[in-house]
DNA sequence: AATTCGGGGAC
DNA sequence: GTCCCAGAATT
């Protein structure tokens, strides 16, 4: 139970933050909307991913698909290709599945209230929160990576990070902090000070707006906040493709959805017998994913009979492909790089 | 409650 | 090499 003099200090935290964010606030192009839609659609692309590595992808993807209902109406492969290099490919077969949530069960309008917005396939908590407080004023901690380090630094708290109750644990926490008046603003807030200031490595606590209120820093201890427990274990995948080609065309289809790069498109997993007596060149590439290290056995199956072509293909269901065709399809990165290094 | 899903950057 | 990033769905 916390006593009217600690809530009064939290507040007063919270304000601190406000108003370090109204001067030193990240200038980004989302920032200037309160759009649900576009607000959405960053959060999703923003998953996981460095603001960095996902400005351009936001930018595209808002430019092809300004709103919802074009989005909707899109090719489900057209999406996909705009998700090109992001990974978590899942998050844009749920963007597009909630485009049409959307306009199906909320007439074309996007949802206004919190219990709503999390109907959509691909929101979760977090990012509920952020459309609710950013776009409907809503008081709701969009509690983030980001939230749990500042917060457990400032407070000093050993909560494990890693512990399925963090998320709610942070967001008592958060919302002891949080302003009545621009709720957005301080989920905004507490995402900048986590990127530019109470960053994970070397975080620049001489700068930090709450480097008088911090517990950690004012005994010394940030490096030991947060606390995370669990570790990534990584397995290794071996993969075996046929680069099956007949002058410029190759052999392609796509993935299914129950495994990595779903719906992506990917080169032959086996041949024929017959076909074997063509292998030529074999390449090897290496590639890393979170959880698992790959090593990709890519060999060159170089047909010189356009019908034995044509035939292996529609019997076993591929497309012929070109160095032209394949700009427009979303190939997991490794393939794209090896297709890449054919040009 | 634990596992799975990418790719890239910082160190 | 290790860790983390505007997390969510699935098992």
Known sequence: ???????????????????????????????????????????????????????????????????????????????????????????????????????????????????????????????????????????????????????????????????????SYFSDLALMMMPEKNPGHYNEAMMDLGSEICKPKNPKCETCPLNFDCLAFNSGKVQDFPQKSKKVKITDLELEYFFVEFGKSFLIRQRKDDFIWKRLYEFPTEIPKSFEKYIGAQKTISHKLTHKNLTIHIYKVKLNSKREFQKFGEENGFLVSDFEDFHYKSFPKPLENYLNSLI
Request: aromatic share 14%; charged share 25%.
């Open 1 to 167: 139970m916390k006593t009217k003099k600690q809530t009064a200090d939290f507040l007063h935290i919270g304000a601190k933050l406000l108003a370090w964010y109204k001067i030193h606030g990240r200038d980004l192009p989302f920032r200037k909307t309160k759009d649900p839609y576009k607000i959405w659609i960053c959060e999703i692309i923003f998953q996981q991913t460095r603001i960095e590595q996902g400005l351009n992808h936001y930018e595209n993807f808002i430019q092809r698909f300004p709103d919802v209902q074009t989005l909707a109406n899109a090719d489900n492969d057209e999406v996909l290709l705009y998700w090109k290099g992001l990974g978590y490919y899942s998050r844009a077969l749920n963007l597009h599945h909630a485009s049409q949530q959307i306009v199906n069960d909320f007439n074309g309008k996007f949802p206004k209230k919190y219990e709503d917005i999390l109907k959509l396939k691909g929101v979760g908590k977090y990012t509920a929160a952020a459309i609710s407080s950013i776009c409907f004023n809503e008081k709701i901690p969009a509690v983030d990576g980001n939230f749990y380090r500042v917060l457990s630094r400032v407070f000093a708290d050993d909560f494990d990070i890693s512990d399925s109750k963090a998320f």
